[in-house]
Structure formats: structure tokens, C-alpha cells
């Protein structure tokens, strides 16, 4: 499965980016986790092909909204109220399997990672 994303850029502190990323087949679960400089790599966001089950991290719950259309193969993140902590690189994630819940959030259960788009917030 290949994954490419698109939408990245610079954005002032409080406004808004979204993120697409097509996926070259279906996969029943696709997100986002990001990494900032001189960071671990954290989970952003996820949802599953059917039913669509979103989950969060705690640093962008409430800001960011994920949506997928699997027609297209294509998940989205809309990131608004962006604050300077936001600022790293995003990847898309997809794992062709389920997985469970308590490894939604841990980067080893994704097969399939994207190349990265870089988010600059600045304030």
C-alpha cells in the first residue's frame, strides 16, 4: 500500500491547515501521527474503514477532525485553533487489518507510513 500525503505548510498560531492522504488501496484503518524535532513520534488521529471509529490524541482532541471517504481511498485531517506545539512532521499511517484498541495509538501496529509533510505554526 502506498500512502500520499498532501497539504502541509506554514499557518500563523490559531488558524487552520488540512491534510489529505490517498492510499493506493482500502485499508480498514488510516490516520496521522506527527514528529516534532528532538521527539518521540505521537499519534495524532485514526479512523476505521466500517463503522467509522475516530480516536484522538489528547494534544489535538477538540481541535483536529479526522474523515475518510473509502470510496477514494482518502482520509483527511482538518487542524484548527493550530498552536506552535503543533509544528512537525505529519505522516499518514494504514494498516490493511484491524487493530486493537489499546494499540490504535502506538506506532508499530501501522504497516503502511507516508513520506511526511511538514506543519510550521508559527506565533
Known amino acids: 500500500v502506498q500512502l500520499q500525503a498532501f497539504g502541509g505548510g506554514l499557518v500563523q498560531a490559531g488558524g487552520s491547515l488540512r491534510l489529505s492522504c490517498a492510499a493506493s488501496?482500502?485499508?480498514?484503518?488510516m490516520g496521522w501521527f506527527r514528529q516534532a524535532p528532538g521527539k518521540e513520534r505521537e499519534f495524532v488521529s485514526g479512523?476505521?474503514?466500517?463503522?467509522?471509529?475516530?480516536t484522538y490524541g489528547d494534544s489535538v482532541q477538540g481541535r483536529f477532525t479526522i474523515s475518510r471517504d473509502s470510496a477514494i481511498n482518502t482520509v483527511w485531517l482538518q487542524m484548527d485553533s493550530l498552536k506552535p506545539e503543533d509544528t512537525a512532521v505529519y505522516y499518514c499511517?494504514?494498516?490493511?487489518?484491524?487493530?486493537?484498541?489499546?494499540?490504535?495509538?502506538?506506532?508499530?501496529?501501522?504497516?503502511?507510513w507516508g513520506q511526511g509533510t511538514q506543519v510550521t505554526v508559527s506565533s
Open positions: 499511517v494504514a494498516r490493511s487489518g484491524r487493530i486493537i484498541t489499546s494499540m490504535v495509538k502506538r506506532a508499530g501496529a501501522y504497516d503502511y
Open positions: 488501496e482500502r485499508t480498514y484503518h
Open positions: 479512523v476505521t474503514l466500517s463503522p467509522k471509529i475516530t
